[in-house]
């Protein structure tokens, strides 16, 4: 899946307003690099981003806030970066219109556009007959569907055979069986769905989750950080050209597919199922 890292640096290539440059360091430490080809006037990314392109474990995949862009080539950032022996890295550096908090956050606006997302957690052990469990705190919202899987213990059984059970309810941080708890001792044979927003990448390394259309995301992404600048200004002729901007990304994100996630729908109430009366069930997993 995209990285957080890939998609910052992508998303800066589209907007590239405030300098922008790819190449390869003819020497490099820790906290700088050398590259007397960069065809920018120094001074020009100060604030902004170098993304690192290659250059072994610790370094290909990673990003840093440039310090400064000195004259002769000589990019500083900080923090220091796990160099070893390495003196030659392949990088991107980006000027700091959009430093890359404001990246960042044009990435994860964009995620949290999307809605949510269903989510599955199967670490519960059942125990013979009984009602009342335990929800997990990684459940983090209301469960929307309740599922035992035919093995007590499915782990690393190809298809768990997973099992809508329909006669359960939530009180508060307790899953109730209504009828027909599970008969056996399991391991981890419990799943319970429920919805989450997307997941806020922090890290370079963060992926986006699988339902996400990465080229989708991009554009949706740019039309986030031109939104950010749209608002009241001394120029007129400035947020026109920003509206005109924004438009266009709104545009290129719509010539993709849309993202596949599918929230779980709320649970149907339905009464009269099992000694104890009425009962949750969630249609679209009933076969």
């Known amino acids: 899946m995209l990285t957080l890292h890939e998609l910052t640096r992508q998303v800066a290539k589209e907007l590239r307003k405030g300098g922008i440059w790819e190449g390869t360091s003819t020497a ?8 007397a080809t960069i065809g920018l006037a120094a001074g020009t990314v100060d604030g902004g981003t170098i993304w690192f392109l290659s250059g072994g474990v610790g ?11 000195a004259a002769g080539g000589v990019v500083t950032w900080s923090p220091a970066i796990a160099m070893g022996a390495v003196e030659v890295l392949n990088y991107m550096i980006f000027g700091k219109t959009w430093p890359r908090h404001a990246l960042r956050d044009a990435v994860n606006r964009a995620l ?9 957690d199967a670490t519960l052990d059942s125990v013979s ?19 035992i899987s035919a093995y007590p213990d499915p782990a690393g059984v190809p298809n768990p055979n997973w099992r809508l ?3 359960f309810d939530q009180f508060e941080d307790t899953l109730r069986f209504l009828a027909n ?12 769905g429920f919805n989450i927003m997307h997941p806020t990448l922090v890290a370079d390394a963060d992926q986006i989750r699988r339902e996400v259309i990465p080229t989708r995301l991009k554009w949706e992404a740019v039309a986030e950080a031109y939104m950010h600048l749209l608002g009241p200004r001394d120029s007129v002729s400035l947020d026109e050209q920003t509206q005109n901007l924004y438009n266009r990304a709104v545009s290129r994100a719509n010539e993709f597919p849309a993202h596949i996630n599918q929230p779980l729908p709320e649970p149907m109430l339905f009464l009269g199922v099992g000694s104890r009366g009425s009962s949750l069930i969630n249609p679209d997993s009933m076969v």
Do not use: C, K
Request: no cysteine.
């Open 28 to 35: 490099a430490t820790d906290t700088t690099i050398t590259d």
């Open 59 to 69: 370094i290909t995949g990673e990003s840093r806030v440039i310090t400064t862009q």
């Open 112 to 120: 949290q556009n999307i809605g949510e997302f269903a989510d599955y």
């Open 129 to 147: 007959l009984q009602e009342d469990y335990a929800i997990p705190a990684t459940v983090t919202s209301r469960i929307m569907s309740v599922e």
């Open 165 to 167: 059970h329909q006669a």
């Open 181 to 192: 708890p599970p008969v056996w001792d399991g391991v981890n044979n419990i799943r319970l």
